[in-house]
């Protein structure tokens, strides 16, 4: 074992942990999210009417979405450019490490776990129009997708490896340094991950009792891998298939993510099936890949220390 042992070098005073988040918070929400603020400010100096609901549906304010989609991705990327140089300098430790504890990036895992899950999203979208075709419009416009298609696949990924460097690695890491138990490295991080998601526009759409646990759950899967291939690769790749098929080929009016997709559903009805759903796919994706890269479960009440290290 070798990712999160990585951590077990004496560079894991608290305060560097704060000060990370601390500037990385600033650098996301401030910094990265000035090119957006100024277009806000032009649209209400060109009168239009700003509002929580104008914010959440671009188009609204005459927004192109391929624009507000690459303004909303802008904040993540300046926030990863800036927290992997303070990691190396705070924890003397290389992005890569924080990664998977070593000095080689396995690519051939984050392709596998992002094909096998943008099948399984294929799949469950297959079946939820086969059962009720009239929840979606069919948006094809080749104008659109092509620009949609290149902001997605090259940025998209960089959007969900800040989030996965962030709670899955850094923070993952600290917690197994701090405490040297694999489920708490795991559980704590994806109450964090779920609870960084508490501003977007499907708590409010669609209440936080049936969205939040979908945040979670996600959180608890990805980690779950992570501890299993002892590094990050697997959720990298799920997280970023993920977020650029419901950019690509599923949106909804209550979703962060507004774009000029393939399909658009109405009609949405959340409930408690959506989390069993979740928690069924997410099982079948780590049940693929532990078959494929033949994990143990009983790495998981293993204890974080040097003696583990191969």
Not at 55 to 70: A, E, R
Not at 210 to 237: C, H, N, R
Not at 255 to 278: G, M, R, W
Request: proline share 3%; net charge positive; hydrophobic share 55%.
């Amino acid at each position: 074992m070798k990712h999160l042992e990585r951590a077990l070098d004496g560079q894991n005073q608290v305060w560097k942990y704060i000060l990370v988040f601390l500037i990385g918070f600033l650098a996301t929400n401030f910094i990265g999210a000035l090119p957006l603020a100024v277009v806000i400010i032009i649209k209400q100096s060109q009168g239009f009417d700003i509002n929580s609901a104008s914010l959440i549906d671009f188009s609204v304010l005459g927004i192109n979405l391929n624009v507000s989609l690459l303004l909303m991705l802008i904040p993540f990327i300046v926030g990863l450019f800036v927290i992997i140089p303070l990691v190396k300098n705070l924890h003397q430790r290389s992005w890569i490490e924080v990664i998977n504890g070593t000095k080689t990036l396995r690519w051939k895992r984050f392709f596998f776990s992002a094909f096998i899950w943008t099948i399984i999203m294929g799949f469950i979208l297959w079946i939820h129009y086969l059962i009720a075709p009239q929840d979606y419009i069919l948006r094809f416009n080749l104008i659109n997708l092509i620009p949609l298609a290149i902001i997605s696949l090259s940025l998209i990924p960089l959007q969900t490896f800040y989030e996965e460097f962030l709670f899955r690695g850094y923070f993952m890491q600290g917690m197994a340094a701090w405490t040297k138990n694999r489920w708490q490295s795991l559980i704590i991080p994806a109450l964090l991950f779920g609870l960084m998601h508490i501003l977007n526009p499907e708590i409010k759409e669609y209440g936080f009792w049936l969205t939040m646990p979908q945040y979670i759950l996600f959180g608890l899967l990805f980690g779950i891998m992570i501890i299993m291939d002892d590094g990050i690769e697997t959720a990298m790749g799920a997280h970023a298939a993920n977020n650029i098929f419901l950019c690509l080929i599923v949106t909804s009016k209550g979703s962060a993510l507004q774009t000029y997709a393939l399909f658009e559903k109405i009609n949405v009805k959340a409930s408690i099936l959506d989390s069993v759903e979740l928690f069924i796919t997410g099982g079948l994706l780590i049940l693929i890949l532990g078959i494929k890269y033949k994990w143990k479960l009983s790495v998981l009440n293993k204890k974080v220390e040097i003696e583990t290290l191969k």
